[in-house]
């Protein structure tokens, strides 16, 4: 089974920042994972992109949150960041973790796989 779970999240400041951390597993030693991501979901919205990063390094940012957050990814411990700077009230959301592809010594999980999501609150 695979499993995602996200730390981090909180209450912070307008102008603060923030780190959210996401760990992936699954039954086996996981070898490569294709994709690693954020969303997130304000209340009342649908859930959309923040970033993503592939096993090659390539990211795809929202647009509105390029000059803020970066992606990072940790192939070796299986783990994928978000650091978020500048932190707006409108950044105020439930963040989750994403990953697709993920091969261990005995299986391919296609997915896409979830996390259980951490809340991010900007508020003064």
């Known amino acids: 089974q695979v499993q995602l779970v996200e730390s981090g999240g909180g209450l912070v400041q307008p102008g603060g920042s923030l780190r959210l951390s996401c760990a992936v597993s699954?039954?086996?030693?996981?070898?490569?994972?294709?994709?690693l991501g954020w969303y997130r979901q304000a209340p009342g919205e649908e859930r959309e992109l923040v970033a993503i990063?592939?096993?090659?390094?390539?990211?795809l940012y929202a647009d509105s949150l390029k000059d803020r957050f970066t992606i990072s990814r940790d192939n070796a411990e299986n783990r994928v960041y978000l650091q978020m700077n500048t932190l707006k009230p409108e950044d105020t959301a439930v963040y989750y973790c994403?990953?697709?592809?993920?091969?261990?010594?005995?299986?391919?999980?296609?997915?896409?796989?979830w996390g259980k999501g951490t809340l991010v609150t900007v508020s003064s």
């Open positions: 994403h990953a697709n592809g993920i091969v261990t010594e005995m299986n391919f999980y296609g997915g896409p796989y």
């Open positions: 990063m592939s096993a090659g390094g390539s990211t």
């Open positions: 699954a039954s086996g030693i996981i070898s490569a994972i294709n994709q």
